[in-house]
């Protein structure tokens, strides 16, 4: 007889944290914005004693688009998806780093089912969508394709844990005498 796990069917309590990929901290980023500051106004400066003044005011619509696409950039990686598994239950909830959840929706792990999509066109993205009781929610926008298949695939066997497929040679995937 094949030993058989206890809770193979049991549900598994967990939390997912889905977020961008922050490449770049605060600290990094005032300090890219003092060098590039430094660097961009000595340059326009020592056109500006040449005579050349015109300079100085795009070298300030330069630093000021520069620091504005560094403070959407920095906005961006506060954003977070939690998805809790618990009991028969699944909480999302989105929002942002430090200021809590703006979105809070609860769904029934029973009924829920995860849909990987494709995008309409050849080259658009993936969508990894939630539904449960005609409620489709979408989750995972800021992860590449790879990454929202993988994130499908470890939600299908949170959700269903019954459902796992065992890689095929493995003691679990044999049939069981009886």
Not at 10 to 36: D, E, F, K
Not at 50 to 57: A, D, Q
Not at 140 to 164: K, Q, S, V, Y
Request: hydrophobic share 45%; net charge positive; aromatic share 6%.
């Amino acid at each position: 007889m094949t030993p058989v796990k206890a809770n193979m069917h049991q549900p598994v309590n967990t939390r997912l944290v889905i977020g961008p990929n922050a490449s770049m901290s605060v600290r990094q980023a005032v300090w890219l914005m003092g060098w590039m500051s430094a660097v961009s106004l000595a340059i326009g400066g020592f056109f500006a004693l040449r005579g050349l003044w015109p300079i100085l005011p795009f070298a300030g619509l330069e630093l000021a688009a520069l620091g504005a696409a560094l403070a959407v950039s920095l906005r961006r990686n506060r954003y977070r998806e939690v998805v809790s598994f618990d009991g028969d239950g699944i909480l999302v909830e989105v929002g942002e780093v430090g200021r809590g959840a703006g979105l809070s929706v609860q769904l029934s792990r029973s009924a829920t089912r995860v849909l990987l999509e494709r995008g309409p066109n050849r080259h658009s993205p993936t969508r990894l969508l939630l539904s449960c009781q005609g409620q489709l929610l979408e989750l995972a926008r800021c992860l590449t394709d790879e990454e929202r298949a993988r994130l499908a695939a470890r939600m299908r066997e949170l959700i269903h844990p019954g459902w796992r497929q065992a890689p095929a040679g493995s003691p679990e995937s044999a049939p069981a005498d009886i």
